[in-house]
Nanobody
Framework: QVQLVESGGGLVQAGGSLRLSCAASGRTFSTYFMGWFRQAPGKEREVVATISGVVRATYYADSVKGRFTISRDNAKNTVYLQMNSLKPEDTAVYYC??????????WGQGTQVTVSS
C-alpha cells in the first residue's frame, strides 16, 4: 500500500481557486492509478477526477468538468487537483486515493474545502 497525505484545502469565496496536493510514499507511485474524491455532509463519497499512472489519461465527473484539472508529477510522488470557478456546492472533504489492483486501496486523511457564497 501507499501512504497519502493531502494538503491545500481551505475557505474560498465562490468563483475563487484552490489547488490540492497529495503526497505519496513509496517507490512505485508512477504505477498507481490515482483519484480525488469528495464527501459533502449528508452525502455519499463521490469521485471527482482520476488519472492513470504513465499515460496520464484523465476522467472528470460532469459536475467539475471544465473547472477542475487533475495532474501528477511522478518525480515528486504527488498528484494535484486544481480547482477553479469554485461553487458553494463544491464544499466537501476532499480525499486522495490510490488504486491497487481493482480497488481503491489507499486513502488520505482528507482536506476540507469550503466555498462561501
Amino acid at each position: 500500500q501507499v501512504q497519502l497525505v493531502e494538503s491545500g484545502g481551505g475557505l474560498v469565496q465562490a468563483g475563487g481557486s484552490l489547488r490540492l496536493s497529495c503526497a505519496a510514499s513509496g517507490r512505485t507511485f508512477s504505477t498507481y492509478f490515482m483519484g480525488w474524491f469528495r464527501q459533502a455532509p449528508g452525502k455519499e463519497r463521490e469521485v471527482v477526477a482520476t488519472i492513470s499512472g504513465v499515460v496520464r489519461a484523465t476522467y472528470y465527473a460532469d459536475s467539475v468538468k471544465g473547472r477542475f484539472t487533475i495532474s501528477r508529477d511522478n518525480a515528486k510522488n504527488t498528484v494535484y487537483l486544481q480547482m477553479n470557478s469554485l461553487k458553494p456546492e463544491d464544499t466537501a472533504v476532499y480525499y486522495c486515493a490510490a488504486q491497487g489492483g481493482s480497488s481503491w486501496s489507499s486513502w488520505g486523511q482528507g482536506t476540507q474545502v469550503t466555498v462561501s457564497s
